[in-house]
């Protein structure tokens, strides 16, 4: 299975795609395939996004936003392992990997997919209208998001025709469900720290200060928007 055939099968045969994750079946080649495609599909969207900005902001947000999506999945992966082994899951590290690596691929290719529509208001937008243009794109990255973690949900859920108690399930069902909330949060803060990917009106800079956080930084958006400012 080559680079291009794995993507196009999360995309077009998912039952099978993760058939084959829950049999171990070319998992380096997966997880080769989903690393490659998601930082170009995540680099992509991440470039329009900055250039509301500048071409300093483009290049930034380039590296930034795949940066994000990835080094969150690498800071919440071992706690959600260890705590399924523990539980009774017999799937490797790599699976568990290659699982968090398919749910940051559905949402970068939901990011691509969303790229005309931001392009569409980048070329409409004035400077002045920043903060429309970041609640926008906010709202993006949470549907996005959802739909990304609903996927990994189900796919990360037991078989029905796994030989497991019953009560060890639902145990395990509530570590995903708390893991998931984990991953949201984490990749929030980290959002956060990493920040700009928009940037703003007036000179360009890499990072900020690390003052305020995520929620903050929304209301202050949503704030300017609604006063007209």
């Not at 992966?77 to 990997?97: D, E, M, V």
């Not at 909330?181 to 690390?210: C, D, H």
Request: proline residues 4%.
């Amino acid at each position: 299975m080559n680079y291009f055939s794995t993507f196009t099968a999360l995309l077009k045969d998912r039952q099978t795609f993760l058939e084959e994750i829950h049999q171990g079946i070319q998992l380096k080649n997966k997880i080769s395939a989903l690393l490659i495609f998601s930082f170009l599909c995540f680099s992509i969207y991440g470039a329009i996004i900055g250039s509301f900005h500048s071409p300093f902001q483009a290049m930034s947000s380039m590296v930034k936003l795949p940066a994000l999506y990835l080094i969150t999945l690498m800071v919440c992966l071992p706690a959600l392992y260890i705590f399924n082994a523990l539980f009774g899951s017999r799937k490797t590290l790599a699976q568990h990997f290659t699982y968090v690596l398919s749910a940051a691929a559905v949402i970068a290719l939901l990011l691509c997919g969303f790229a005309p529509v931001v392009l569409f208001f980048l070329m409409t937008l004035s400077v002045k209208e920043y903060s429309f243009y970041l609640l926008m794109n906010v709202s993006i990255f949470a549907v996005t998001g959802i739909f990304g973690v609903s996927f990994l949900y189900q796919a990360m859920r037991p078989m029905p025709g796994e030989n497991e108690v019953a009560d060890t399930v639902k145990i395990r069902n509530r570590i995903l469900q708390f893991w998931l909330m984990l991953y949201g949060f984490v990749g929030s803060q980290l959002g956060w720290t990493l920040r700009p990917f928009f940037g703003s009106p007036g000179s360009f800079e890499v990072f900020r200060p690390k003052d305020g956080n995520f929620l903050t930084g929304v209301f202050q958006a949503l704030g300017h928007v609604l006063s007209g400012r």
